[in-house]
T-cell receptor
């Protein structure tokens, strides 16, 4: 079945550091891929998405490229801020899975001033 | 435009008590979902509703019931609460299943 694997956290960075959070997936079809962010005490919100191979999703300085050859959708940001401290979830939905959305376990990011 | 709203925000129950978590969305979405979030377990789908009048079990439905009252509202009921149901519960909605989901702020439930 479909699955999402993302790097375990927590990830601790200093302000202005480069961020990468790895995400790989398994799917039998051609899934849509998402990154969601959850700030403390809140629900998840969509950060970015990509619906086909080689698409790049971007928002608020974050980027992720849909790589079908490596089945990956790694999240990157060139310079993190304290306000980026949150939990990040990679997710997919796929026709062959009945469009069920599969979430990764989440990666907690701490950014120090 | 409030998006997805949930009530209550916090609740403490004793084992065996019942309660209903309310959820409403104002985006005219067809699909609605209930998840629970536990430390180290990520998000787990309890029930979902693809459209008004339909509901289906998710990954962890035992101990829960749902009602899709109309297109806007999707409630989750615990008939006889157990300590294992202590969790944070999120309601979400999307235009169609598989689309971007919009989440409510969550209900933090403690069962003693």
């Amino acid at each position: 079945g479909n699955s999402v694997t993302q790097m375990e956290g927590p990830v601790t960075l200093s302000e202005e550091a480069f961020l990468t959070i790895n995400c790989t997936y398994t799917a039998t079809g051609y899934p849509s891929l998402f990154w969601y962010v959850q700030y403390p005490g809140e629900g998840l919100q969509l950060l970015l998405k990509a619906t086909k191979a080689d698409d790049k999703g971007s928002n608020k300085g974050f980027e992720a490229t849909y790589r079908k050859e490596t089945t990956s959708f790694h999240l990157e940001k060139g310079s993190v801020q304290v306000s980026d401290s949150a939990v990040y979830f990679c997710a997919l939905s796929d026709l062959t899975g009945g469009f069920k959305t599969i979430f990764g376990a989440g990666t907690r990011l701490f950014v120090k001033a | 435009n409030a998006g997805v709203t949930q009530t209550p925000k916090f609740q403490v129950l004793k084992t065996g008590q019942s309660m209903t978590l309310q959820c409403a969305q104002d985006m005219n979405h067809n699909s609605m979902y209930w998840y629970r979030q536990d430390p180290g377990m990520g998000l787990r789908l309890i029930y979902y509703s693809a459209s008004e009048g339909t509901t289906d079990k998710g990954e962890v439905p035992n101990g829960y019931n749902v009602s899709r009252l109309n297109k806007r509202e999707f409630s989750l009921r615990l008939e006889s609460a157990a300590p294992s149901q202590t969790s944070v519960y999120f309601c979400a909605s999307s235009e169609r299943r598989g689309d971007e989901q919009f989440f409510g702020p969550g209900t933090r439930l403690t069962v003693l």
